[in-house]
C-alpha cells in the first residue's frame, strides 16, 4: 500500500502499485465420469488451446463407435428397396399396356399401381434409416470424444489434482491452466485520476525485482463505480505476453503519462491507493 498526496501524482515519473495477473485461469474438468486413463501434462508444462490433456478409460464408447459406423455405411437396404421399385415399375408399365388394350382388369391395374407405391415408400424407408444411421454415429463419436479433456485456452498448467486411475465426475476439475499470452495488471487510483486515464491509452509497468524490466500495457477496462472506502477506481491494462516468458501473480508498479507533470493537477487531499491482492 502507497499514500499519494496530489503533489505527488502530479510529478513525473509517479507510479501506483499494480499486480501482474494471468488473463484467464481455466479449471478443465470433464464433461463424462469415468476412469482416468492417460494423463498428458504435467504442473508446469505450457499448453496451447485444443491440446489434449487427458483421456478417460473409453473401450465400451469406442466399440460404440465402430459399430455405428458399421451401420451408417450399410446401404443393402436402400439397394434392395431400390431394386423391388424398379421392377414394380416395370409391373406397373406392362399393367398400363394391356389396360388400354383392355386386357387387364382395373382390379390388377390398380393392385400393379399400388405396389409401385409401396416399393416407392420402401426406398424412402430406406434412405431414411440410413440418415439416421450415419446420425447415431455421429452420436457415438461425440460420446467418445466426450472421454478426451482438451484444453481450452494456451497456458501453462498450474495444477494436477488427480492421476491415472482416478475416478473423475462432472464436479470435479482436473488441471488448472492459466493463460499467459496476455496478463492483466490490476491497479486502484485516487479518484481524482477519473477522467484522466482512458481505454486505449499506454501506461508503463515495472515488475518487481527479480523480475523487473519495463513494459508497455494498455488500458482495456476503467471502472465506472468506485470504492468509496478508500476513493479509488479499478483500472485494468492489456500486457501483451506472447511468449509466456512475463510470469503472472507478481506485484508490479504502473506510470500513466497522463497524470505525469504538465498534464494537469489532481485536486484533493491526500489518497490511500491499494493494489488488488
Known sequence: MICLSCADVGVAGAAFDCTIEPKRIAHIGSPAEGVIEELRVERGDLVEKGQVLAVLESRTEALAVELARIKSEEDVDIRSSEARLGFQRAEKERAETL?????????????AAVQEKVARLEVESARLRHALAKVEYAVAQAQLDRRTLRSSVSGVITEVSKVPGEYIHEQAPLLTVAQLDEL??????????????????????????????????????????????????????????????????????????????????????????????
Open 184 to 277: 492483466y495488471v490490476e491497479v486502484y487510483l485516487p479518484v481524482a485520476a477519473y477522467g484522466r486515464v482512458t481505454i486505449g491509452q499506454s501506461a508503463t509497468v515495472e515488475p518487481v525485482q527479480p523480475i523487473g524490466g519495463s513494459y508497455v500495457a494498455q488500458v482495456a477496462v476503467v471502472d465506472r463505480v468506485f470504492d468509496a472506502a478508500s476513493g479509488t477506481f479499478g483500472v485494468r491494462l492489456v500486457l501483451p505476453n506472447p511468449d509466456s516468458d512475463l510470469p503472472a501473480g507478481i506485484r508490479c508498479t504502473v506510470s500513466f503519462d497522463s497524470l505525469a507533470s504538465g498534464s494537469g493537477s489532481l485536486a484533493g487531499s491526500e489518497r490511500r491507493v491499494q493494489a488488488l491482492p
Open 99 to 111: 389396360s388400354r388394350k383392355q386386357i387387364l382388369s382395373d382390379k390388377l391395374m390398380d393392385e
